[in-house]
């Protein structure tokens, strides 16, 4: 990963540079794929298993890292007059990338200097802190108890829920609606906080990228 740093301050001397420099990114990122996909699914199977939450959040620090040691490249890229990068992009080497250069040359508006990217790249672990608490509490601290359906006592979970609200009885459903989500309402004062602070941290990164709002920032990626 750390090879990266030595491509910094390459990109606009040629296509092959260009070229070399993406491949890497993209064969360091897509292992880091893996990586990262596995740790978070095996985290999901039990939650309160701190040793596959450390994995999982390890995962996440070292995508961290990636962001910030190629967190140049973006800068560099849109920093190139036109007319040289249209010449790179008729370089035989550089076809399978067009389509993924072109999607980066898009964000030069909302593109900022080396240093700056390298800042958000490094704090994009911080930023991911909300959603890591909203899935501490949904998927292992929220307990939702037991209910007796049909004369057997049924464990109420995210699963479960959704079977027992078409349940035929009024009684049950009333009786899932309520207990379910009166774990929520207990905890509302917890989620609010998180919600908050969630939004704030996508209201600075879009202001942060000049974006006119949140839902542009999200939406524009989608092209």
């Not at 910094?8 to 993406?22: D, F, H, W």
């Not at 701190?50 to 140049?72: I, N, P, W």
């Given at each position: 990963m750390?090879?990266?740093?030595?491509?910094?301050?390459?990109?606009?001397?040629s296509?092959?540079e260009?070229e070399?420099?993406i491949?890497?990114?993209?064969?360091?990122?897509?292992?880091?794929?893996?990586?990262?996909?596995?740790?978070?699914?095996?985290?999901?199977?039990?939650f309160t298993?701190?040793?596959?939450?450390?994995r999982s959040d390890q995962?996440?620090?070292l995508y961290?890292?990636?962001?910030?040691a190629?967190?140049?490249?973006?800068?560099?890229l849109?920093?190139?007059d036109?007319a040289?990068?249209e010449?790179?992009?008729?370089?035989s080497?550089l076809?399978?990338?067009r389509?993924?250069?072109r999607?980066?040359?898009r964000?030069?508006?909302?593109?900022l200097s080396?240093t700056?990217?390298q800042?958000l790249a490094?704090?994009?672990?911080?930023?991911?802190?909300?959603?890591?608490?909203f899935?501490?509490l949904?998927?292992?601290?929220f307990?939702?108890g037991?209910?007796e359906v049909?004369?057997k006592?049924v464990?109420?979970s995210?699963?479960?829920?959704?079977?027992l609200l078409?349940h035929?009885?009024?009684l049950?459903?009333?009786q899932?609606f309520?207990?379910?989500?009166?774990?929520f309402?207990?905890h509302?004062?917890?989620?609010?906080?998180?919600l908050g602070?969630?939004?704030?941290k996508?209201v600075f990164v879009?202001?942060?990228?000049?974006?006119?709002?949140?839902?542009q920032?999200?939406?524009?990626?989608?092209d």
């Amino acid at each position: 990963m750390e090879g990266m740093f030595l491509l910094q301050g390459k990109l606009a001397g040629s296509a092959k540079e260009l070229e070399q420099c993406i491949r890497k990114y993209l064969e360091i990122s897509r292992a880091l794929e893996k990586v990262y996909t596995y740790a978070s699914l095996m985290s999901t199977t039990d939650f309160t298993n701190s040793e596959l939450v450390g994995r999982s959040d390890q995962a996440t620090g070292l995508y961290a890292r990636f962001k910030t040691a190629s967190s140049f490249i973006t800068p560099e890229l849109v920093s190139l007059d036109s007319a040289t990068l249209e010449s790179y992009l008729t370089d035989s080497n550089l076809a399978p990338y067009r389509r993924f250069i072109r999607d980066i040359v898009r964000f030069k508006p909302h593109t900022l200097s080396q240093t700056e990217e390298q800042l958000l790249a490094r704090a994009s672990e911080v930023f991911s802190g909300p959603g890591q608490i909203f899935t501490a509490l949904n998927d292992a601290d929220f307990t939702f108890g037991k209910m007796e359906v049909d004369g057997k006592q049924v464990v109420l979970s995210h699963g479960s829920f959704t079977l027992l609200l078409r349940h035929t009885s009024q009684l049950v459903r009333k009786q899932a609606f309520e207990q379910y989500y009166g774990v929520f309402d207990g905890h509302r004062h917890t989620l609010a906080a998180t919600l908050g602070a969630s939004i704030k941290k996508n209201v600075f990164v879009a202001r942060a990228r000049h974006f006119a709002s949140c839902r542009q920032s999200a939406l524009f990626p989608d092209d």
